[in-house]
């Protein structure tokens, strides 16, 4: 059936470094993709999409590519902040409404 | 806009009790509501999807009778986990769409610890 992978946490990085969370998906057809974000306390915010190959999604400095040969839609960012501190789930949408999600990746900022 | 609001954020229960959880779209009418499970380190799994006036759909795996849901308003949903075990102790999330529209907005969620 159909899958989504991301790598496990917790990433830890350093204010402006570069953030890549990568998230890879198993799917028949053509699934669109998602990043969400999840801040403490808080409901999953959407914060980017793709729904066809080679879109780039793009929100607040973060990006992620649809690529549809390597099955993958990669989430980054060049300069993270602290404020960006959060969890990070990537999932794909398969028919109408079934959202099929990957298990999380907690990043942590450091100042 | 599109806010989605849990109620309450966290539960403590004794077994064998009944505990309902209750899901709102603050600033919008919700047709589909759905609600998903989310176990510590776990993917979101979604247990069920309710449209204002009809009965839930389950997903496979999913005991109807044990998690009862009612989705009487274009604004509330809720879910009901009756005579609870501490195998229930999950983090709940709601979240609702407004129509056909595929995308959702989610719920803070609902911690429940059954003791």
């Known amino acids: 059936g159909d899958s989504v992978t991301q790598m496990e946490g917790p990433v830890t990085l350093s204010e402006e470094a570069f953030l890549t969370i990568n998230c890879t998906y198993t799917a028949t057809g053509y699934p669109s993709l998602f990043w969400y974000v999840q801040y403490p306390g808080e409901g999953l915010q959407l914060l980017l999409k793709?729904?066809?190959?080679?879109d780039k999604g793009s929100n607040k400095g973060f990006e992620a590519t649809y690529r549809k040969e390597t099955t993958s839609f990669h989430l980054e960012k060049g300069s993270v902040q602290v404020s960006d501190s959060a969890v990070y789930f990537c999932a794909l949408l398969a028919g109408t409404y079934k959202y099929i999600f990957g298990t999380g990746t907690r990043l942590k900022v450091l100042a | 806009g599109a806010v989605v609001s849990q109620h309450p954020s966290r539960v403590i229960c004794k077994s064998g009790t009944s505990v309902k959880i209750e899901c709102r779209s603050l600033d919008f009418q919700a047709t589909t509501m759905f609600w998903y499970r989310q176990f510590p380190k776990q993917s979101l799994m979604l247990m069920a999807t309710s449209n204002e006036g009809s009965k839930a759909t389950y997903e496979q795996g999913v005991e109807k009778d044990k998690f009862l849901i009612n989705h009487a308003s274009l604004t509330l949903s809720t879910l009901t986990v009756t005579s609870a075990h501490p195998e229930d102790s999950s983090f709940y999330i709601c979240?609702?769409?407004?129509?056909?529209?595929?995308?959702?907005?989610f719920g803070p969620g609902t911690r429940l610890t059954v003791t």
């Open positions: 793709a729904t066809k190959a080679d």
């Open positions: 979240s609702a769409s407004q129509d056909s529209n595929y995308e959702q907005y």
